[in-house]
């Protein structure tokens, strides 16, 4: 699924938080957040149109994979953008991703402990689990179970990174034997076309402030995890 550069109207309308440090919005999946080598649509080359009056457009404070969607949190001006990393760095933010996966775990909740490293040099973001690796805790839970439009069984869940790595949640749920459906990398999604990643980053809670409750924000549920979603029990709100 590639997503055209978007617009100025396109990328106002999917600022789902908005103050005078960050900003969160609604990433759409298929398009890279950077400019990659080989150029094409990139999400920060929209970024202009999300300064609200300020001299410079804010700057990316974490990433998410190009065909990962929801909550991206962007730093307004350099200090926001400097605390904001360290936050990220040191998992003081909650991340919530929703996903559908192949089959399924057996219990209803559980965790994720396995180590990861790159795959190989030449394989650049790729990851794998190793023994020898960074640690990688991942929580998980079921939120709903249900089958597919062909038969084959499926799960909804809500996966909680505690560590931050690199395709972290794709590797541990195929490591598990219940891969994310669509992961073209990882699982058994297809290199072009349909399912598309069903991997979407649903909740943050950002401790911006001391003073103040923490920023929770929500991302809506896009089109392209609905059907498998609601066949796993969602009811559809947003």
């Known amino acids: 699924m590639d997503t055209p550069q978007p617009t100025a109207d396109e990328m106002l309308a999917r600022v789902l938080h908005r103050d005078g440090l960050m900003l969160v919005i609604d990433k759409p ?25 300020l001299p410079r457009p804010p700057a990316l404070a974490h990433r998410l994979d190009r065909d990962t969607s929801g909550c991206l949190v962007l730093g307004r ?26 089959g399924g775990p057996a219990e209803d909740s559980g965790e994720i402990n396995l180590p990861l490293a790159p795959r190989s040099a030449d394989r650049g973001w790729w990851q794998k689990v190793d ?20 038969g084959e069984p499926l799960a909804w869940l809500a996966l909680e990174p505690v560590t931050g790595r690199t395709h972290q949640l794709r590797v541990h749920c195929a490591a598990m034997g219940w891969p994310i459906v669509g992961d073209n990398i990882y699982g058994n999604g297809p290199r072009f076309g349909e399912p598309s990643l069903h991997l979407h980053a649903r909740e943050i809670v950002v401790p911006l402030s001391k003073n103040k409750p923490p920023v929770c924000v929500t991302a809506p549920v896009p089109p392209h995890l609905q059907e498998r979603l609601k066949a796993c029990g969602w009811t559809g709100q947003a």
């Open 29 to 53: 999946a298929g398009i890279p957040v950077h400019r990659g080598p080989k150029g094409g649509p990139n999400l920060e080359a929209s970024f202009d149109a999300l300064r609200f009056g």
């Open 77 to 102: 001006h350099c200090k926001a953008t400097a605390t904001l990393g360290l936050l990220f760095k040191h998992s003081k933010v909650d991340k919530t991703y929703w996903a559908v996966v192949e």
């Open 131 to 150: 023994p020898a690796g960074l640690p990688s805790l991942s929580r998980w839970r079921v939120l709903g179970r249900g089958h597919g439009a062909a």
